[in-house]
């Protein structure tokens, strides 16, 4: 056990999420306990974790939601296992938050995505039909967004490109979508900042210089495609394929990376499979399976097209998932790391009160907002 890594959980602690700093002691080796000198609390480590106070041995809760992660069934769970469905589906809830938290924490980082492709998902659902979004960056294949709605419209689309701009850095950004004309809005409104020039008044909104918009539109009969057609909506086509290439290699302009995606998402989450009877009954749902999945697929999962070769040409070539091609990790994650993972809280903000502050709130924003205080 060391303190050195542990931080405070506790959402009333100055010192919360913050490693390092000497206040975590060991409270109890045997129930795996730690102590903040700070707010003079104990925590469990699994505290903030999705196997935070489980009556089930934790390898029994991770051997089922990697089951789930890859496609089993929910039904077949309960059937090999004998778990009640309740039980089984407050451990996806659990992974999911979970999920969701670390994906926001690691993955929703500006960094240069080149070329990102988007698209959605029809999903059957107990008695309706409702749209899962995704989006990927194309060079590291790795998972960015996912939105999911009750109808393909607008607010969908902008749910889903508001939290690609949280990974995007303004630089040369390449958007490829169907012929969906709600994605180019949405992307227009979205990619776009303030400009302040002193004058008065609400500043104007200019858009991403390096921006680049293009379309891949499919004309089917009798359920085959006979016909694509490619559209640059901004940009140019000498831009637009600089782009792509560095970030794709050979080809041509396609969505089919995102289609792959999709078709992993249907292989491993079980509502998603066409045809098949374990259908969702609430979007909360799917959207918990969907991080699930996501995460999994981001840290969890090598994948065949993103292999180093070995120093030799005898050794067996790196395998890297899509979290260490992005530079967000240095190996590939279990799912017990995953599920596991610490997410740090936000640093704690001094309360605003009319006065002088006390010497106590003086010394602890000293201690511990350092520069943000």
């Not at 709605?149 to 950004?173: E, F």
């Not at 989450?269 to 969702?280: F, I, N, P, V």
Request: charged content about 20%; overall charge positive; aromatic content about 6%.
């Amino acid at each position: 056990m060391d303190p050195t890594t542990i931080f405070c959980p506790n959402l009333a602690c100055p010192a919360r999420g913050q490693i390092g700093q000497g206040n975590i002691r060991v409270h109890s080796r045997t129930a795996q306990r730690w102590f903040c000198l700070q707010c003079r609390k104990t925590f469990t480590a699994t505290k903030g974790t999705a196997l935070y106070r489980l009556r089930t041995p934790a390898d029994t809760v991770t051997l089922v939601l990697t089951l789930l992660a890859h496609g089993c069934p929910l039904q077949a769970i309960v059937v090999a296992f004998g778990f009640d469905e309740r039980t089984v589906a407050a451990w996806i809830t659990r992974a999911g938050r979970q999920s969701r938290a670390v994906h926001g924490h690691l993955v929703e980082q500006p960094q240069d995505l080149g070329q990102v492709q988007a698209d959605e998902i029809r999903v059957k659902t107990q008695g309706s039909v409702v749209w899962m979004a995704l989006a990927m960056m194309v060079s590291t294949r790795l998972w960015l967004a996912g939105a999911v709605s009750a109808h393909r419209d607008l607010p969908l689309i902008r749910r889903l490109i508001r939290q690609v701009r949280a990974c995007a850095l303004p630089q040369g950004l390449l958007f490829c979508t169907d012929g969906l004309c709600s994605y180019v809005r949405a992307i227009r409104e979205t990619f776009r900042d303030a400009v302040h020039t002193g004058a008065g008044g609400r500043p104007r909104l200019y858009p991403w210089p390096q921006l680049l918009i293009a379309q891949v539109v499919k004309r089917y009969e009798q359920y085959r495609v006979v016909g694509i057609e490619r559209r640059i909506i901004l940009g140019t086509a000498t831009e637009v394929e600089q782009v792509r290439a560095a970030s794709q290699g050979e080809g041509v302009l396609n969505t089919a990376y995102i289609e792959r995606l999709n078709a992993t998402f249907r292989a491993r989450l079980a509502s998603l499979t066409r045809r098949g009877r374990a259908l969702a009954r609430r979007l909360s749902t799917l959207e918990h399976g969907m991080y699930l999945i996501g995460t999994v697929y981001n840290f969890c999962t090598p994948h065949a097209s993103l292999c180093l070769p070995g120093p030799t040409a005898r050794a067996s070539s790196r395998k890297r998932t899509p979290a260490m091609a992005a530079g967000i990790t240095e190996h590939c994650w279990t799912v017990r790391e995953l599920l596991t993972f610490h997410v740090p809280p936000p640093r704690w903000a001094p309360p605003k009160k009319r006065g002088r502050p006390s010497r106590l709130l003086q010394h602890l924003i000293k201690r511990w907002c350092g520069d943000h205080g």
